[in-house]
């Protein structure tokens, strides 16, 4: 039974797909002025023109949605679905509430879905994809495009999820992602360094010799730390990206740097 507060919803399960649906072109209208308001008013459009018979409110709620918003994409939807909630649910007098919702947390998900989306689940799948397509395995591929395909489908329905839960959803999603994301950062990186050795090939020829004895260089370093070329490589790439060295640049660097060392015969 419904309480005074409440009426019954306008928007269906379809509208809200739709929504998602239109979101898949967020970033059409990036700008530096409003960032991605100008895509979020143009995925909320449809369903605002079902809630608003009147038009001077369906101007006043669509100039809303033009202020500045800007969010890791793939969250948006849950942002989507919970302000449609409120104004499907409050009309037009939902307005401050609208923005003050898009405002608070549009920097809370952009760091959860930064991190693990945009982070670390392509480098964890990426790495073990890429490694099986090296080696020419088609399910590296195949897995690769499942992602996509499943991502896409669960940024669809996270419109109806948002729509659904409303902000108690979205808090709760909040305070349980911090756990999750400490979790996989450390499966991450135990992960991306297990593949160092398969994918960075670095060793070097030189030789100790000292009468008739000879030693490798290469061994005595697996001794200490197997891989510890390809992994002295890899960590200094790392270093150089965190000082916003493009890779451009760092791939060039490794080239003549490897060519160098080559020609001397330091590495091999």
């Not at 797909?17 to 990036?30: A, D, K, L, P, Y």
């Not at 308001?37 to 369906?58: C, H, N, Q, T, W």
């Not at 890791?72 to 919970?82: D, E, F, S, V």
């Not at 020829?205 to 992994?231: W, Y």
């Amino acid at each position: 039974m419904m309480t005074n507060n409440e009426k019954k919803a306008i928007l269906s399960n379809k509208d809200l797909n739709q929504v998602g649906i239109r979101w898949f072109m967020s970033i059409e209208t990036f700008n530096y002025e409003t960032q991605l308001a100008g895509s979020y008013a143009f995925a909320v459009m449809p369903a605002l023109r079902k809630i608003y018979k009147d038009d001077s409110e369906l101007t006043e709620a669509m100039d809303n949605h033009f202020k500045y918003f800007n969010c890791m994409p793939w969250l948006t939807n849950l942002i989507l679905g919970a302000t449609l909630a409120l104004e499907d649910n409050q009309g037009i007098q939902a307005k401050d509430a609208v923005q003050d919702l898009k405002v608070s947390l549009m920097g809370p998900l952009s760091g959860i879905g930064d991190s693990i989306f945009f982070i670390l689940i392509p480098t964890i799948l990426g790495s073990i994809t890429a490694y099986m397509a090296q080696d020419g395995n088609p399910l590296g591929m195949i897995v690769w495009c499942i992602y996509g395909i499943v991502i896409g489908f669960i940024r669809i329905k996270s419109v109806s999820w948002g729509y659904k839960g409303g902000l108690k959803l979205v808090n709760e999603l909040g305070k349980k992602l911090s756990v999750f994301t400490n979790s996989i950062s450390a499966m991450g990186l135990t992960v991306v360094g297990a593949l160092i050795p398969s994918l960075v090939k670095v060793t070097t020829p030189l030789v100790f010799k000292m009468g008739e004895v000879t030693q490798e260089v290469q061994t005595i370093l697996d001794t200490i730390m197997p891989a510890m070329i390809p992994a002295i490589f890899t960590f200094i790439s790392y270093k150089l990206l965190g000082r916003n060295v493009k890779i451009s640049w760092l791939i060039l660097i490794i080239i003549v740097f490897s060519w160098i060392c080559a020609a001397f015969g330091i590495l091999a």
